[in-house]
């Protein structure tokens, strides 16, 4: 009995583009109850990073895949396939990578093996919609002599952030001495570089701030203003915003917010024609507000979920939904019942006649820090499987 465990270093969130580290620890462990302890073999090892595409069948039409690219291999147990059983399609994978071939592991000794890989700058982000799903796994398969692979998958979330891939980091001065042996530690520093830019060009996008006011009004007249500092965020941040209702001609007996996310496929790839876009609520906010002359809202962006992005067969994308529920009478009438001007009881009416309306503002999500998304992560960041 041998033990596979895989942990990633630094958590299971990384940006595009970063570099994926972890580490596989193969041991045969001592067992107490064993009388005769004995070495263990592995033929070899390997290690590959795939995207697994899956769409649903009542809401994505999806090409035919192409027959002629079968490969009878896959079918072979004996063929390391990283995504074999897996659903959907394997959209995107990196070369695979050979840990060791022929390891020897004597009664309670283990070895260890770092595996490092670049993740696609231009891949899709990590999503689970109610359409389509992008899943991406580190995979690792290893096979004793004779027998069929097993396979150890660590998943991982990735995140995606626009304007990364067309960065060109300034080269190093010419003089300096080029070193083959520090390929790797040049690695790092470019990664490092890398996520520096990623906060600094989020930081910049998202601290940008400007007043948006926007009246609110229906067929009857104004209910109000809204106002809000800026509408790009990233996930993790709060949305905030204020109504005044003071300068309104139309009372607002109640208004709601919701913080939602806007899925949609492309024209080509529909099941049917017209067919409706999927909303999903990640957050939301509701108040009575007769007689209030301010109010506001603060709904939190889930580190969970997945900021906007577009494919060629998917776009995800970000909004306020507003609904109002205005009165077309006076709402402020009240009833003085008693003929002592001691004894006054307020009340209210019991029937009034109502409108309601709705109101979408877009808004943009941005990607965080991946080391801020992996604390709430439904991840771990360690994996083990016993050969």
């Not at 959209?91 to 009664?107: A, N, V």
């Not at 009340?347 to 080391?371: A, H, R």
Request: charge should be negative; hydrophobic fraction near 35%.
């Amino acid at each position: 009995m041998i033990e596979v465990l895989a942990k990633l270093g630094r958590g299971p969130v990384f940006l595009a583009g970063e570099m994926l580290e972890c580490v596989i620890t193969f041991t045969n462990p001592l067992s107490a109850s064993s009388t005769s302890a004995s070495s263990e073999m592995l033929a070899w090892a390997s290690a590959q990073i795939h995207c697994q595409f899956h769409a649903s069948e009542n809401r994505v039409a999806l090409p035919p895949l192409d027959g002629s690219k079968h490969d009878v291999q896959a079918e072979n147990e004996t063929v390391f396939v990283p995504n074999r059983g897996e659903r959907g399609q394997c959209i995107l994978s990196t070369p695979p990578k050979i840990l060791f071939c022929d390891l020897r592991l004597d009664p309670g000794e283990s070895k260890s093996y770092s595996y490092s890989e670049t993740l696609p700058i231009d891949g899709p982000p990590s999503f689970r919609g109610q359409s389509v799903k992008y899943v991406y796994k580190l995979t690792i398969g290893c096979q004793r002599v004779n027998s069929p692979i097993k396979l150890l998958r660590v998943p991982f979330r990735v995140l995606v952030l626009h304007g990364l891939k067309d960065y060109q980091f300034p080269q190093d001065e010419a003089v300096a001495p080029s070193n083959p042996f520090l390929e790797e530690e040049e690695g790092l520093k470019k990664d490092s570089r890398l996520a520096d830019l990623a906060t600094e060009l989020l930081m910049v996008a998202t601290s940008r701030r400007s007043l948006h006011l926007y009246n609110i009004s229906n067929t009857r007249g104004k209910v109000g203003t809204f106002c809000i500092f800026k509408t790009v965020y990233k996930i993790g941040e709060d949305v905030i915003g204020t109504f005044n209702f003071s300068e309104g001609d139309i009372p607002c007996l109640q208004y709601s917010v919701s913080l939602q996310t806007e899925e949609s496929i492309q024209e080509e790839f529909q099941r049917r024609r017209g067919q409706p876009v999927s909303y999903s609520t990640h957050a939301r906010h509701q108040e009575a507000c007769l007689h209030t002359a301010q109010s506001s809202f603060s709904l939190p962006i889930p580190l969970s979920s997945t900021p906007g992005f577009t494919t060629n067969i998917v776009s995800l994308k970000w909004r306020l939904h507003f609904e109002f529920v205005t009165s077309g009478e006076s709402a402020g009438t009240c009833v003085v019942r008693g003929s002592q001007s001691e004894a006054i009881t307020w009340t209210g009416v019991e029937q009034i006649e109502v409108d309601t309306f709705s109101w979408d503002l877009p808004i943009k999500v941005l990607p965080t820090n991946p080391i801020l998304a992996s604390y709430v992560s439904q991840f771990s960041s360690t994996n083990s499987i016993t050969i």
